[in-house]
């Protein structure tokens, strides 16, 4: 529970990553600035979710995280305590919203944000439901956008995973076709979403695309990093990355090599872009807000099947790192803050 001490500082419960590693992630009463800047509404976050860069950039192995002091968390679902003065948003005390942090902070239980980040969540979807759309599926939808496909057909790399599966059904709703890879264990779930699903450890699924596809799909979304998932595109087509893979221990060296590589391939073919949802966000706000509006439609018009929730309180935040690193098909870890 919050306690404002006095006009110009507050406490909150907060995961604040002083040392790098797992096993130091715990959450903490901190007392912070109450900020009274006229640019920033104050909001009592109550679920956030979890995903493999909370792990990465707590373990220290995250390109666009690496000075300790931070508070891990993209994205988030809470209520409005304060907005600025003459704040145009259209947003309201007591309101319930969503967003996306640009530079993370959301595994906290108050936090200082621009409206403009703010969106706000419809009262037909329960907010640990809400919690598990907005960073995963705006970078699927934000992917998808920029293979700039109005038909053909495309390979989601991990289409099980907790992008993949959201790609995969944008990519149907735009009347693509998916073709799509993943794991033996996520593989039903995949088959949910895709027209075709490989098993991305068998040596041969690359070929069998091709002789599926006729010479290649005309758009491919990776995870990975692979420069061998070029091989399963046709020539003019384009590969978008999200990710970039790498072993433990290698994931900053990974995403700054393949963020190169790719730049360097941006007019090759096939051509490639990055698809970074905090650079996005942070530069392109209204279409991101926009963007997240429309997911949260179409998952509350069951249009979109968003993962399973698995909520966790803000004091287990090791157990909550664990479970979203081994997460089943279909699952979100999701962060309470409120008490149960």
Not at 28 to 36: G, S, T
Not at 43 to 66: E, I, K, N
Not at 144 to 162: E, F, K, R, Y
Not at 245 to 252: F, I, S, V
């Amino acid at each position: 529970m919050t306690c404002y001490l006095n006009d110009s500082t507050l406490d909150r419960d907060a995961v604040r990553v002083e040392r790098f590693g797992l096993a130091h992630a715990t959450a903490i009463r901190e007392r912070v600035a109450r900020k009274q800047s006229g640019r920033r509404a104050l909001v009592r976050v109550t679920h956030a979710s979890v995903g493999v860069t909370d792990a990465m950039a707590v373990r220290g192995d995250y390109l666009l995280q690496p000075v300790r002091g931070f508070v891990p968390g993209y994205d988030f679902v809470g209520v409005i305590e304060r907005l600025p003065a003459g704040d145009r948003s259209g947003l309201h005390v007591g309101q319930r919203v969503a967003g996306i942090l640009p530079r993370m902070g959301a595994h906290a239980s108050l936090i200082s944000v621009a409206p403009s980040l703010l969106v706000p969540v419809p009262d037909l979807l329960d907010s640990a439901t809400a919690a598990t759309i907005p960073l995963d599926a705006v970078t699927a939808l934000f992917a998808i956008d920029a293979l700039a496909m109005a038909s053909g057909t495309i390979l989601v790399q991990g289409a099980g995973g907790a992008v993949g599966a959201w790609a995969a059904q944008l990519a149907a709703a735009r009347g693509l076709t998916a073709y799509g890879t993943a794991s033996p264990r996520s593989h039903a779930y995949a088959e949910r979403f895709t027209d075709s699903v490989y098993d991305y450890d068998d040596p041969t699924w690359i070929d069998q695309i091709l002789d599926a596809t006729t010479g290649g799909v005309d758009g491919a979304i990776d995870h990975t990093g692979s420069r061998s998932v070029r091989r399963a595109v046709g020539a003019g087509g384009r590969v978008v990355r999200t990710a970039f893979g790498g072993a433990p221990g290698q994931g900053r060296i990974s995403t700054a090599a393949g963020f190169a590589a790719s730049t360097l391939r941006r007019y090759a073919r096939p051509g490639e872009r990055v698809c970074s949802v905090p650079i996005l966000v942070a530069t392109q706000r209204a279409r991101y807000r926009q963007a997240l509006t429309e997911l949260f439609t179409a998952v509350g018009n069951g249009t979109l099947v968003p993962p399973r929730p698995r909520i966790m309180p803000l004091v287990q935040y090791p157990d909550a790192l664990a479970s979203a690193t081994r997460a089943a098909p279909g699952e979100k870890t999701i962060l309470t803050t409120q008490e149960t």
